[in-house]
């Protein structure tokens, strides 16, 4: 089968798509539905972590498997090809274990206010795109948990039951404001991520 990725979604390499789990999947619309639910379960999970260090590979990857995992059989390992944006695959580990020890010192010398933080880490951690796919959703729930491990409530991007995965004008909302942010302006992505 073939599926048909919103704007701005990563297209996968065929070796990508040999390892969908399910193997009843026909179309965009049953892989979209399987993989929600897988999602959620990993949302639920990530919620449970309350005291575990979330600014490490381990929990970044744990979290990615939790997401995936009943979907993907390379969930939560890092890609190993090169995509039409992140930073070269090879460079993936490095380039995030960079990311998290910069967001660790942000967080504890408070560099930017919360929501900043949070929308800049967002941002830099779907910027390297670290696997095959499903950076943009696992990197807002990372966004999510830093921004509520500072005392705030959770990001809404658009939205609690707005899906901005499919295309629509809430996804061409957050794409602009990602490109904004590529031009180290932040604000319509902060607007954005509390709308
Ligand atoms: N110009 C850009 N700058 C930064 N990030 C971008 C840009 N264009 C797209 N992205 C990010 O890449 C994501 C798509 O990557 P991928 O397909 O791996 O994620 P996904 O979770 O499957 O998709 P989505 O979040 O779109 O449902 C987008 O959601 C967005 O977060
Ligand atoms: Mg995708």
Redesign the pocket.
Known sequence: MEFH??P???PLDPDEVAGLVPSHINTQGDLNAWEQINIVQGERWALRQKKREFLDEGFVRDLHKQMFDKTWKWAGTFRKSNKN?GVDWTQVAVKLRNLLENTQYQMKHQVFGADEMAVRFH?QL??I?A?P???????RLMADLLAMRLGQARLSWGGADASI?SVGVLRSQY?MA??A??QGSFDALMAFARS
Do not use: E, K, M, S
Request: aromatic fraction near 8%.
């Open positions: 990725d919103a701005g979604a990563t944006i941002h779907v910027w795109h696997f796919n499903g950076n943009g959703r696992h990197a995965t794409l990602l490109r942010a590529d």
